[in-house]
């Protein structure tokens, strides 16, 4: 089977550099890689065309419309069996694709997901951030997981779909906000065998510092609420979580003003919430530092979400604004 690898790239030069560097190892061999710079103005020409002699690679560069639309793109001018879609800050396992390629040999699937996980290069602030987004104590307990809320949804970060779905249900129709779930839910719908994959993992670096995370989860619990827009179904209680937590938050907060057994009460569901994540991080990571820091990336995950989720549930459903 030839494997089209995806990869949607803005302004990531060294990324791109180390996600090729991990694709030069991989077992199996049958894949081409298609780069395509969306709108960039620090561009990765010369990165990717250094590969030209270890990957059979190609390379685009296109107007920006967004990682959704750029897929597309991709979609359109790949040779494959099936198309692999990565994010630029992934790292890929050497035998990904001999995983893959073995799994649907024995069980076929029309489009499939796979987990994310922290890699030892990683920062520990990057750890820090992987174990939230992971994490049975957070909402990252539903992500990459077949035992997740209702049915499987592959995230773009590390998904693969076959020629045939894209023949027969075109890509992206968003370009941002939930584009990912949009299209599994589509394709889910069109009837096709959809599931994990659960060893097909890759090591996702996803943000360097904690205000970028908080800006990409806040946009997430915005997407939720787009994604609602296209399917009101696939809200979950689960995915109000994160708003119930940062009411929560402020309550116990407030509540410590005035004292009483009702703080306490609140104090103590708190407390116990950041010792099951401190040392659960720990150990996991086997790092007090980047058990600390789980701790901060947990409530930096769930706050920015819940505000992200709270801001367009109230403008786009209360309000009924576009």
Same mark, same amino acid.
């Given at each position: 089977?030839?494997?089209?690898?995806?990869?949607?790239?803005?302004?990531?030069?060294?990324?791109?550099?180390e996600l090729l560097e991990?694709?030069?190892?991989?077992?199996?061999?049958?894949?081409?890689?298609?780069?395509?710079?969306?709108?960039?103005?620090?561009? !990765?020409?010369?990165?990717?065309?250094?590969?030209?002699?270890?990957?059979?690679?190609?390379?685009?560069?296109?107007?920006?419309?967004?990682? =959704?639309?750029?897929?597309?793109?991709?979609?359109?001018?790949?040779?494959?069996?099936?198309?692999? &879609?990565?994010?630029?800050?992934?790292?890929?396992?050497?035998?990904?694709?001999?995983?893959?390629?073995?799994?649907?040999?024995?069980?076929?699937?029309?489009?499939? =997901?796979?987990?994310?996980?922290?890699?030892?290069?990683?920062?520990?602030?990057?750890?820090? &951030?992987?174990?939230?987004?992971?994490?049975?104590?957070? /909402?990252?307990?539903?992500?990459?997981?077949?035992?997740?809320?209702?049915?499987?949804?592959?995230?773009?970060?590390?998904?693969?779909?076959s020629r045939k779905v894209?023949?027969?249900?075109?890509?992206?129709?968003?370009?941002?906000?939930?584009?990912?779930?949009?299209?599994?839910?589509?394709?889910?719908?069109?009837?096709?065998?959809?599931?994990?994959?659960?060893?097909?993992?890759?090591?996702?670096?996803?943000?360097?510092?904690?205000?970028?995370?908080?800006?990409?989860?806040?946009? +997430? =619990?915005?997407?939720?609420?787009?994604?609602?827009?296209?399917?009101?179904?696939?809200?979950?209680?689960?995915? +109000?979580?994160?708003?119930?937590? /940062?009411?929560?938050?402020?309550?116990?907060?407030?509540?410590? &003003?005035?004292?009483?057994?009702? !703080? @306490?009460?609140?104090?103590?569901?708190? @407390?116990?919430?950041?010792?099951?994540?401190?040392?659960?991080?720990?150990?996991?990571?086997?790092?007090?530092?980047?058990?600390?820091?789980?701790?901060? !990336? @947990? +409530?930096?995950?769930?706050?920015?979400?819940?505000? =992200?989720?709270?801001q367009d549930f109230w403008?786009? &459903?209360?309000?009924?604004?576009?």
């Open positions: 089977m030839l494997f089209s690898v995806i990869i949607p790239l803005y302004n990531r030069p060294q990324e791109i550099k991990t694709l030069t190892t991989q077992t199996w061999k049958q894949f081409e890689v298609l780069v395509i710079e969306d709108g960039s103005v620090n561009d !990765a020409e010369a990165v990717v065309k250094s590969f030209s002699e270890k990957l059979d690679i190609r390379y685009f560069k296109k107007q920006n419309e967004g990682q =959704g639309f750029t897929r597309n793109f991709g979609f359109e001018r790949a040779k494959g069996d099936y198309f692999v &879609i990565f994010d630029s800050d992934c790292l890929i396992p050497e035998n990904y694709f001999e995983i893959v390629n073995n799994f649907l040999q024995t069980n076929w699937l029309d489009a499939y =997901g796979g987990p994310d996980d922290s890699h030892p290069s990683f920062t520990d602030v990057q750890k820090a &951030i992987s174990y939230s987004m992971t994490s049975p104590f957070t /909402t990252g307990g539903i992500r990459g997981n077949k035992k997740g809320i209702g049915q499987f949804h592959p995230r773009s970060f590390n998904m693969g779909v894209w023949e027969t249900l075109g890509g992206f129709i968003i370009t941002r906000s939930a584009e990912d779930l949009e299209y599994s839910i589509r394709i889910h719908s069109a009837g096709f065998n959809i599931g994990l994959i659960p060893d097909a993992k890759v090591y996702h670096k996803r943000r360097t510092n904690f205000r970028q995370f908080f800006k990409q989860i806040h946009f +997430f =619990g915005r997407a939720r609420i787009n994604l609602y827009t296209f399917y009101p179904k696939e809200l979950k209680w689960v995915h +109000f979580f994160p708003a119930v937590f /940062t009411l929560g938050l402020l309550f116990t907060l407030l509540s410590n &003003i005035f004292g009483g057994w009702l !703080a @306490a009460l609140c104090d103590s569901f708190l @407390a116990l919430w950041i010792l099951l994540i401190f040392f659960h991080a720990w150990w996991k990571n086997q790092s007090v530092k980047v058990a600390f820091l789980s701790v901060i !990336a @947990a +409530f930096t995950q769930l706050i920015a979400y819940g505000l =992200g989720f709270m403008k786009r &459903i209360v309000l009924k604004q576009s």
